[in-house]
């Protein structure tokens, strides 16, 4: 088996304040997602990546920046940090389209 | 727009029971959907799927039912225990290539013993 990786677990940032989350995976996978988890809304997609390098829009891309410097790994910037702003940042990887995807623990973002 | 719906959005069983969450959905394009659980503090895991070519599938106590006419599907946890207590994500994918999983806003189910 593998597992996700998402460091740090708890992030605390300031209005304004860039803010970068990472992500590593060691399931060999291909593509990798970010997704953002408010209490009550689900889980929405930001961006994703079908292989290193790529690059795509979820549908809640704007006011983030995401990279994929290698194929373990997928980071996310928060470009401007959105006061009383608290979500959970879900990275996850999977082999396909329509397989199975892991997720990771998450990163639980507040900002003051 | 919200493309997956899930009702209720919170369900208490007493252990035993058999619990029913609903999911319905807008693209009828899509062709494969997961169920996903996730318990406090943990990222979701997935726990049974579907795809639409199939209306019934089983796994030990869990069953998903789909209905491809009305684009609606549940699931079905038999012989409820306590350790099911948590929240149970419906996720849609496929539509034209796409690659996103679009998740409904989820079900908090609580089993009481």
């Known amino acids: 088996g593998g597992i996700i990786t998402q460091t740090p677990k708890f992030l605390i940032g300031q209005e304004g304040q860039k803010l970068t989350l990472k992500c590593q995976q060691n399931?060999?996978?291909?593509?990798m997602y970010w997704y953002r988890q408010d209490s009550g809304k689900g889980l929405r997609l930001i961006y994703y990546s079908i292989t290193e390098n790529d690059l795509q829009k979820g549908d809640l891309s704007e006011g983030y920046d995401a990279s994929r410097e290698k194929k373990s790994s997928f980071s996310l910037t928060v470009t401007s940090a959105q006061k009383n702003e608290m979500a959970v940042f879900l990275c996850?990887?999977?082999?396909?389209?329509?397989?199975?995807?892991?997720f990771g623990k998450g990163t639980r973002l507040t900002v003051v | 727009q919200q493309q997956v719906r899930q009702s209720p959005q919170s369900l208490t069983v007493w252990e035993g029971e058999t619990a029913i969450l609903n999911c319905s959905y807008e693209n009828s394009a899509f062709d494969y959907f997961p169920w996903y659980q996730q318990f406090p503090g943990e990222g979701p895991a997935l726990l049974i799927s579907?795809?639409?070519?199939?209306d019934k599938k089983e796994d030990g106590r869990f069953t998903i039912f789909f209905n491809k006419r009305e684009k609606k599907l549940s699931l079905h946890i038999a012989d409820s225990q306590p350790g099911d207590s948590a929240t149970y994500f419906c996720a849609a994918s496929g539509a034209s290539g796409s690659w996103q999983l679009i998740f409904g806003s989820g079900t908090q189910l609580t089993v009481m013993p």
């Open positions: 996850a990887s999977s082999l396909d389209r329509n397989t199975e995807v892991f």
């Open positions: 579907i795809l639409s070519v199939s």
């Open positions: 399931f060999n996978h291909d593509t």
